[in-house]
């Protein structure tokens, strides 16, 4: 059990982790801080370039945490928030991946919320720091305080929308 968990909380963290580099920089297929600020204003988010580098950082974070095994629930509560706003973003276009739907964050949440359940195993940080087992009910307010901070930052963060022949300025 304790190499499944590994391997879940590597393929998942590092992917969500490399996701977030794309947000920040030209590696790993990226297009560079301003293209990560141009993506968020496209998908309709105020703030540009500061949203880019906090969402880029959130995943980057939480991606390398969750990977290590490291402060688990808290780690797991960011990719859900991360992931959760991505869902959003892709909300409209339907649940599967082939039509850019939200099939692939809501995995990854939902990926994020069973390591805040099941912990990270003995073959992580938390172990070999004597953190783990975390508590049932700090498990339970991550899953539940991840997704909704992700909603409510896509709602704060959402710009109004344009009004027919006008422009935004």
């Known amino acids: 059990m304790d190499t499944g968990l590994l391997v879940l909380r590597l ?7 490399g996701h977030g580099v794309q947000k920040v920089s030209f590696r790993l297929g990226g297009d560079g801080l301003a293209g990560g600020t141009e993506e968020f204003r496209h998908d309709g988010f105020r703030g540009g370039r500061l949203t880019a580098l906090a969402a880029g950082g959130s995943q980057v974070g939480a991606g ?27 909300w409209h276009n339907g649940l599967w991946v082939q039509n850019d739907g939200y099939e692939y964050p809501l995995v990854l949440v939902a990926v994020s919320a069973v390591l805040a359940l099941t912990g990270p195993g003995r ?22 305080i991840g997704p ?17 022949g006008g422009s935004r300025m």
């Open 123 to 144: 073959l992580s940080a938390d172990h070999v720091l004597g953190l783990a087992p975390w508590p049932l009910w700090v498990s339970v307010a991550a899953i539940a």
């Open 64 to 90: 390398l945490f969750l990977a290590a095994g490291l402060l688990t629930p808290a780690a797991a509560m960011a990719a859900m928030g991360v992931m959760t706003v991505a869902s959003t973003v892709k």
């Open 148 to 164: 909704t901070g992700g909603l409510l930052t896509r709602v704060f963060l959402r710009r109004p929308p344009v009004p027919a």
């Open 11 to 17: 393929v998942a963290g590092l992917l969500i982790a």
